[in-house]
């Protein structure tokens, strides 16, 4: 994959220099915990989710963390665990140059975040806006929302095949930023 570089076997700590070394801060997080899936912020080399109404950050527990997405609008670094309950981790960061952005073989696309706004409140220097469903979901995104809905924007990686191959396939997925539900492009 272009602008794609493999990571392995990186303990915590190396993955974590290895955040430290590839992003801005702050940068939107996104994990999958045991029991839980939250966003939130990696900032002063600390990684910030707001897991409850409390309005209270908490540092995120790398001990229940099944995936991690560290992401910023040109690239992302994902993470997973080499096997159930190691403490090695495996993955790749994407990098986007702007020779991929504009070619054929990127779909940009707005993942709907399900639920309305609740209510916001500002911790870390970042605002943080409450998605409530109907259904009773609650989630916490590290962005200031201008309308009731919002959306992850993602880049969906096609592979084009040449004339021997029948079939276009996608390879890679990644997390760009927030977006209004109803418009707007990432991050804004």
Known sequence: M??????????EIEAKNQISSQFQQPANIYAVLDDA??????QYDKFLIAPTEKKKLAELDWKYLRELRVF?????LLLLPEETGSNRWTGRIRRDSSE???????????????????????AEGVVWSLLKSERGTRIWIPWEMKEKEAAICVYKYLQIPDESEVQCSQ??????????????????
Not at 37 to 42: A, Q, R, S
């Open 2 to 11: 272009d602008g794609c570089e493999t990571l392995t076997e990186l303990s």
């Open 72 to 76: 910023e609008e040109n690239q992302e």
């Open 100 to 122: 991929i952005l504009n070619g054929d073989n990127i779909i940009k696309e707005k993942q709907k975040l399900w639920g309305h706004l609740e209510g916001s409140y500002r």
């Open 37 to 42: 899936v939250c966003f939130g912020i990696f």
């Open 171 to 188: 390879n890679d997925i990644r997390m760009v930023g927030f977006c209004s539900w109803g418009g707007g492009n990432a991050n804004e």
